[in-house]
């Protein structure tokens, strides 16, 4: 088990998660627009990349299940 699985799944975890997930939703919600307001091909690689990983690490961190 990670430190993030032990952190999500303590008492205070379920407060834990959502501002996990506020804060990712918000950071990725930015990129999006930056990529939606366009940009460099470099630079738009590298938001596209910043997206995805937001994305997986909402997955991830949605699928950890709170054990009180």
């Known amino acids: 088990m990670t430190n993030l699985e032990k952190l999500l799944q303590s008492e205070s975890g ?3 998660k959502e501002a ?3 804060k990712f ?3 990725q919600s930015t990129v999006k627009r930056q990529l939606d307001l366009g940009c460099s091909p470099r630079e738009y690689q590298s938001l596209l990349e910043q997206h995805k990983a937001y994305q997986a690490a909402l997955a991830v961190i949605e699928t ?3 054990n009180k």
């Open 14 to 16: 379920q407060e834990h």
């Open 64 to 66: 950890i299940k709170y």
């Open 25 to 27: 939703k918000q950071a």
């Open 20 to 22: 996990v997930l506020l």
